[in-house]
């Protein structure tokens, strides 16, 4: 039976079989059993490399952090995560400059960036126009339809990949409701270089 560790653009836990392509940590999530027991522990919501160093984790082990696992980078970014500042700095680095990126009071640093990322993600969700936000973004078109803007199309999120890409002009409506935070927003507008899953370039052929 598959642990319920896997995590939608929305934030929620499932458990599907399909893989990620990046792990994630929100602190001790589970109890001895392996059951979730809590959806968050503390602010800090990270964006981790699936291999780092040769280190190996059993999954869920007791008393260590539990072992969350995203499609792609987008999906983590939309869930309210952030590129680990050790085994993903590069990437951590780029993140903050482009939170940083034509703001009046600079976010200095790791606490300081999950804090301001913590209220980020929990604020409402904006209903914007789909022509102003940049690609990596997700947007909600229903309760349960996930929509990630890429190169010119809204492609359908599933566990295990990215499904039926549909234009915006195609849509009924011009706006919906922008589900990643508005934090990593400014982020991918101001050039984060976001990785996605290889599945959009399958949908768009």
């Given at each position: 039976?598959?642990?319920?560790?896997?995590?939608?653009?929305?934030?929620?836990?499932?458990?599907?079989?399909?893989?990620?392509?990046?792990?994630?940590?929100?602190?001790?999530?589970?109890?001895?059993r392996?059951?979730?027991?809590?959806?968050?522990?503390?602010?800090?919501?990270?964006?981790?490399?699936?291999?780092?160093?040769?280190?190996?984790?059993?999954?869920?082990?007791?008393?260590?952090?539990?072992?969350?696992?995203?499609?792609?980078e987008?999906?983590?970014?939309?869930?309210?995560?952030?590129?680990?500042?050790?085994?993903?700095?590069?990437?951590?680095?780029?993140?903050?400059?482009?939170?940083?990126?034509?703001?009046?009071?600079?976010?200095?640093?790791?606490?300081?960036?999950?804090?301001?990322?913590?209220?980020?993600?929990?604020?409402?969700?904006?209903?914007?126009?789909?022509?102003?936000?940049?690609d990596?973004?997700f947007?909600?078109?229903?309760?349960?339809?996930?929509?990630?803007?890429?190169?010119?199309?809204?492609?359908?999120?599933?566990?295990?990949?990215?499904?039926?890409?549909?234009?915006?002009?195609?849509?009924?409506?011009?706006?919906?409701?922008?589900?990643?935070?508005?934090?990593?927003?400014?982020?991918?507008?101001?050039?984060?270089?976001?990785?996605?899953?290889?599945?959009?370039?399958?949908?768009?052929?």
């Amino acid at each position: 039976m598959p642990r319920q560790n896997r995590v939608t653009p929305g934030g929620a836990l499932i458990a599907t079989t399909a893989r990620g392509t990046f792990m994630g940590n929100r602190g001790i999530l589970h109890d001895e059993r392996q059951r979730i027991v809590r959806t968050s522990r503390g602010p800090m919501w990270l964006i981790c490399r699936l291999e780092f160093n040769g280190r190996r984790r059993p999954l869920m082990s007791p008393g260590t952090y539990t072992e969350l696992f995203f499609l792609d980078e987008a999906v983590a970014l939309a869930a309210g995560h952030r590129p680990c500042g050790e085994c993903r700095r590069i990437h951590y680095r780029a993140y903050l400059d482009a939170v940083n990126a034509g703001r009046d009071g600079p976010i200095g640093g790791g606490r300081d960036l999950d804090r301001h990322l913590n209220a980020s993600r929990r604020a409402p969700r904006p209903t914007l126009p789909l022509a102003t936000l940049p690609d990596g973004v997700f947007v909600a078109l229903g309760d349960d339809e996930f929509r990630l803007i890429w190169d010119g199309a809204l492609h359908r999120w599933s566990p295990e990949g990215y499904l039926a890409p549909v234009a915006p002009a195609d849509l009924e409506c011009s706006e919906a409701a922008v589900v990643t935070p508005a934090l990593s927003v400014a982020a991918l507008r101001h050039g984060y270089p976001v990785s996605v899953h290889h599945s959009v370039q399958v949908g768009q052929g």
